[in-house]
C-alpha cells in the first residue's frame, strides 16, 4: 500500500492539483463550518513563509479563509522555519494572533524539547494562551517490540500529568513509530490502550487512509479519545492529496464521527494552494 509521509505530502502536491482562484477577503463570510468548529489552518505548509515574515503570512491566512492557526514550536521546529517566532514573547505573539483575529489554542512541540524542558515548554504555551500541546511521535524504534511500546506510553502519560496539572491538553499525532507494527497489531492501536484518556488525547492525521487508517472508524471506536485533526483531501481514485470536497473522502461521515471522538478543533495542513481551496466547501459543510 502506497507510504506517504507528512513531509512528503507538501512536495507532491503543489503540482497535482491546477486550483483556480485564491480566496478573496470579501468572500468570507461565516456560514456553515462543520460542527460550528472555526476553520483552522496548521502553519508547517507555510514555514518558509513564516521564517520571513511571521505576521505577514499569519495575515494572508486570515484573508485565506482562516479563523483558526496551529503553531509550531520556535524550539523543536527551529529548522523548519519556525526559530524567528522566539523573537517574541509568549504574550507579544498572542497579541499578534489576537489583532489579525485568528484564534490560536494549539500548537506541535518534538519530544526532545518536552524531555529537556517541560516545565519551560509549559510556562511559553500558558504565555501564548495555548490549551493543547501536540507532538508528532513519540520517537521510539521503527520496529518496536512491546516493550519499547510500553515506555513511550509510559513517559507520555507523566508527560501528560505535569502537562494536566497547567490546564494543558497533551495530543499525539500519528507518524512514524504511531504507524508501526507490533506483533501483527497496530502500534497506534496500542498506543490507544496505553495512553490514559485523562491525561493524553490523540489529534489524527486524515491522510494516513493511505495506509489504512480511516479516521471515521478510529473516532467511532474509541470515542472521547480524541481532541484535533489535521485535515487533508484524499483521491482513492489518484492516490493523491487533493483539495478538500474535490476528493473521494465522505466528509460529513468523518466530521460526524469526529464527534464521537471528542474533536474540539480541526486544521487543514496541504500545500497552500490546496488548503486556500478548501475554505469554501468547508464553509458550507453542514453536519
Given at each position: 500500500?502506497l507510504?506517504?509521509?507528512r513531509?512528503?505530502?507538501f512536495?507532491?502536491?503543489?503540482t497535482?492539483?491546477?486550483?483556480?482562484?485564491?480566496?478573496?477577503?470579501?468572500?468570507?463570510?461565516?456560514?456553515a463550518?462543520?460542527?460550528?468548529?472555526?476553520?483552522?489552518?496548521?502553519?508547517?505548509?507555510?514555514?518558509?513563509?513564516v521564517?520571513q515574515?511571521?505576521?505577514?503570512?499569519?495575515?494572508?491566512?486570515?484573508?485565506?479563509?482562516?479563523?483558526?492557526?496551529?503553531?509550531?514550536s520556535?524550539?523543536?521546529?527551529?529548522?523548519?522555519?519556525?526559530?524567528?517566532?522566539?523573537?517574541?514573547?509568549?504574550?507579544?505573539?498572542?497579541r499578534?494572533?489576537?489583532?489579525?483575529?485568528?484564534?490560536?489554542?494549539?500548537?506541535?512541540?518534538?519530544?526532545?524539547?518536552?524531555?529537556?524542558?517541560?516545565?519551560?515548554?509549559?510556562?511559553?504555551?500558558?504565555?501564548?494562551?495555548l490549551?493543547?500541546?501536540?507532538?508528532?511521535?513519540?520517537?521510539?524504534?521503527?520496529?518496536?517490540?512491546?516493550?519499547?511500546?510500553?515506555?513511550?506510553?509510559?513517559?507520555?502519560?507523566?508527560?501528560?500529568?505535569?502537562?494536566?496539572?497547567?490546564?494543558?491538553?497533551?495530543?499525539l499525532?500519528?507518524?512514524?513509530?504511531?504507524?508501526?507494527?507490533?506483533?501483527?497489531?497496530?502500534?497506534?492501536?496500542?498506543?490507544?490502550?496505553l495512553?490514559?484518556?485523562?491525561?493524553?488525547?490523540?489529534?489524527?492525521?486524515?491522510?494516513t487512509?493511505s495506509?489504512?487508517?480511516?479516521?471515521?472508524?478510529?473516532?467511532?471506536?474509541?470515542?472521547?479519545?480524541?481532541v484535533?485533526?489535521?485535515?487533508?483531501?484524499?483521491?482513492?481514485?489518484?492516490?493523491k492529496?487533493?483539495?478538500?470536497?474535490?476528493?473521494?473522502?465522505?466528509?460529513?461521515?468523518i466530521?460526524?464521527?469526529?464527534?464521537?471522538?471528542?474533536?474540539?478543533n480541526?486544521f487543514?495542513?496541504?500545500?497552500?494552494?490546496?488548503?486556500?481551496?478548501?475554505?469554501?466547501?468547508?464553509?458550507?459543510l453542514?453536519?
Open positions: 500500500m507510504v506517504i509521509s513531509r512528503e505530502f512536495k507532491s502536491a503543489a497535482d492539483a491546477a486550483v483556480a482562484g485564491f480566496i478573496s477577503a470579501g468572500a468570507l463570510e461565516l456560514r463550518n462543520p460542527l460550528g468548529m472555526p476553520i483552522g489552518c496548521q502553519t508547517y505548509p507555510v514555514r518558509t513563509m521564517a515574515d511571521f505576521p505577514g503570512t499569519i495575515k494572508q491566512l486570515a484573508e485565506a479563509g482562516f479563523q483558526a492557526i496551529e503553531l509550531c520556535p524550539v523543536g521546529y527551529a529548522d523548519s522555519g519556525f526559530s524567528g517566532i522566539a523573537k517574541y514573547k509568549g504574550a507579544e505573539l498572542r499578534i494572533l489576537g489583532d489579525l483575529g485568528v484564534k490560536c489554542e494549539s500548537s506541535h512541540f518534538d519530544m526532545k524539547e518536552l524531555r529537556e524542558n517541560l516545565a519551560g515548554r509549559i510556562a511559553w504555551a500558558k504565555d501564548v494562551g490549551t493543547q500541546m501536540m507532538v508528532p511521535s513519540l520517537d521510539g524504534p521503527r520496529n518496536p517490540t512491546m516493550d519499547d511500546v510500553k515506555r513511550a506510553a509510559d513517559e507520555y502519560n507523566k508527560i501528560g500529568e505535569q502537562s494536566a496539572k497547567a490546564g494543558i491538553q497533551q495530543g499525532h500519528n507518524e512514524g513509530f504511531e504507524l508501526s507494527m507490533v506483533d501483527g497489531k497496530r502500534t497506534y492501536d496500542l498506543l490507544l490502550d495512553l490514559d484518556p485523562k491525561l493524553v488525547k490523540f489529534q489524527f492525521q486524515i491522510s487512509i495506509r489504512g487508517y480511516d479516521a471515521a472508524e478510529y473516532f467511532t471506536k474509541y470515542p472521547g479519545h480524541f484535533s485533526m489535521h485535515v487533508q483531501g484524499w483521491s482513492a481514485r489518484t492516490k492529496i487533493a483539495v478538500v470536497g474535490r476528493d473521494t473522502l465522505d466528509w460529513k461521515k466530521f460526524m464521527a469526529a464527534k464521537t471522538g471528542g474533536i474540539r480541526y487543514v495542513e496541504m500545500n497552500l494552494d490546496l488548503m486556500k481551496a478548501s475554505v469554501p466547501y468547508l464553509r458550507d453542514q453536519v
